[in-house]
């Protein structure tokens, strides 16, 4: 909120959310019970399983083969959290609960993309079913960087020999405006999508420019230099925002020794990858 020349309070500006994230093209869940945040496990059938084909006749001896079983993946479930605090006598008790909620709804699916590309939690620990956690395959030839063109053909390529279901592609946001450039992508409704292969593409705020080899802040590309990666899909089941102290809970949200109030607003997350997972590091600069 900003202060208006005669000390009222007015509303701030319109806070709407980001398009074409990480949101736009994964299969988003919302599940209030509490079977799976102590662990996500599911049932993957082979990726790049090849049908057999036999000729149609009868006088022609046929011996077909058969995938045995289907491999079993696993997610961690985490915590995203927004914290707000202010003087108790600065504002009526019961607002601090919807500061909080506010901050969070702003702010908390940057945190997802954060925690989906670089596979940590806010100490370091790993978090699974993640592009930083996943077995990925470095596309990157041995003499460096592709021109993105080049880059997202190889991904494209990777994917097509992988699995046969729509491939999403990932990169930062700035990414996005490279893409445009050179005419890759264009908005199909809520999503995005390469023009060539109708491919989804999530150009993330949360998501950096490190690569597969590269961690955290630190490992930032090059200059002129980013990561794409391409996945099959993703599924996020989240719980509905929970609090903590509870709504109403004055006594559990105040530190009588400072006369403080501290609100926190939270979901728990977790993500699901599908199939193969594979990287390029491609060079940035503009078109043509």
């Known amino acids: 909120m900003t202060y208006a020349g005669d000390g009222s309070l007015m509303a701030g500006p319109e806070c709407r959310p980001t398009r074409y994230g990480l949101r736009s093209v994964a299969d988003v869940t919302q599940d209030n ?42 997610a961690d479930p985490f915590t995203v959290y927004s914290g707000w605090e202010c003087s108790s006598g600065a504002l009526p008790l019961g607002e601090a609960w919807n500061k909080a909620e506010e901050l969070h709804r702003r702010n908390w699916w940057r945190s997802i993309e954060r925690t989906f590309w670089t596979g940590l939690d806010q100490d370091g620990n790993d978090i699974r079913s993640t592009l930083a956690t996943a077995d990925v395959t470095d596309l990157t030839p041995v003499d460096g960087a592709l021109d993105i063109t080049s880059g997202v053909a190889v991904l494209e390529s990777f994917a097509g020999d992988c699995f046969d279901c729509e491939p999403i592609v990932h990169g930062n946001k700035g990414i996005s405006t490279y893409l445009a450039g050179r ?79 501290t609100v926190y607003a939270e979901n728990t997350v977790a993500i699901q990858i599908g199939c193969c997972v594979g990287a390029v590091r491609v060079t940035l600069s503009g078109c043509c």
């Open 33 to 74: 019970s509490s079977e799976w945040q102590r662990g996500v496990q599911w049932d993957e059938l082979a990726c790049g399983y090849e049908p057999g084909v036999v000729l149609g006749q009868c006088n022609v001896e046929h011996r077909k083969s058969a995938t045995r079983g289907f491999g079993n993946d696993t």
């Open 183 to 261: 005419s890759l992508i264009l908005p199909d409704g809520d999503q995005v999508r390469f023009i060539g292969t109708g491919t989804l593409w999530a150009g993330g705020g949360g998501y950096l420019q490190t690569g597969p080899d590269e961690s955290g802040e630190s490992g930032d590309t090059l200059t002129g230099e980013g990561w794409l990666y391409v996945t099959g899909g993703v599924k996020i089941t989240h719980s509905a925002t929970g609090f903590t102290p509870d709504k109403g809970d004055y006594a559990g949200s105040v530190d009588r020794l400072v006369n403080d109030i």
